[in-house]
């Protein structure tokens, strides 16, 4: 990522595969911190533009930072909604609002959120690869502070 470019190989990907396939490598997480997960998918397959590999990374670490700042026995949500051209997907967690401090800092390489919020290690590398692929993909990403909790979205094209 030192040139902030990554390699792509953009074809016909299955989104939702790529969403439960990265929800089974954090089972081990989710039932240690008893979380519930639920998943609301557009319909059984939805065929997005982008790089497999790319896409399992963003998918990947969006997910270690909802299942991370989860509270115990707390609620991930993994949502997808479709509109013209373009499908949506969210990451919710019902973990502690980001501060307006590090909302406007979070997707700068190597910074790291208020500790008191997280209390987990990080390498301030996550959110920043997640901006740069879905931006070489052309589309884009954000977060939003909720009632209670916190939602990551992004979009990707449908084929």
């Known amino acids: ?3 902030g470019r990554f390699s792509m190989n953009v074809t016909e990907v299955d989104l939702n595969e790529v ?4 929800i089974v490598k954090f089972e081990t997480k989710i039932n240690d ?10 319909s059984e397959h939805q065929y997005v533009a ?30 997808t909604k479709v509109k013209g051209k373009k499908v949506t997907v969210a990451i919710y967690n019902d973990g502690m609002p980001i501060s307006d ?8 390489r190597f910074y790291k959120a208020d500790r008191s919020r997280t209390q ?12 740069n692929i879905l ?12 009632e209670t909790g916190v939602v990551f979205q992004f ?5």
């Open 1 to 3: 990522m030192e040139s």
């Open 19 to 22: 969403i439960r396939a990265s």
């Open 33 to 42: 911190k008893k979380l519930r997960v639920d998943i609301s998918l557009d």
């Open 50 to 79: 982008a790089d497999r590999d790319r896409l399992i990374q963003v998918v990947t670490n969006l997910l270690d930072n909802a299942v991370k700042h989860s509270p115990a026995e707390g609620h991930v949500e993994v949502s």
């Open 101 to 108: 401090a590090d909302l406007k800092n979070i997707w700068s």
């Open 120 to 131: 987990k290690e990080s390498t301030g590398l996550g959110l920043p690869i997640v901006r």
């Open 135 to 146: 931006s070489q993909l052309g589309e884009n990403v954000w977060v939003e502070n909720r």
């Open 155 to 159: 979009t990707l094209s449908k084929t």
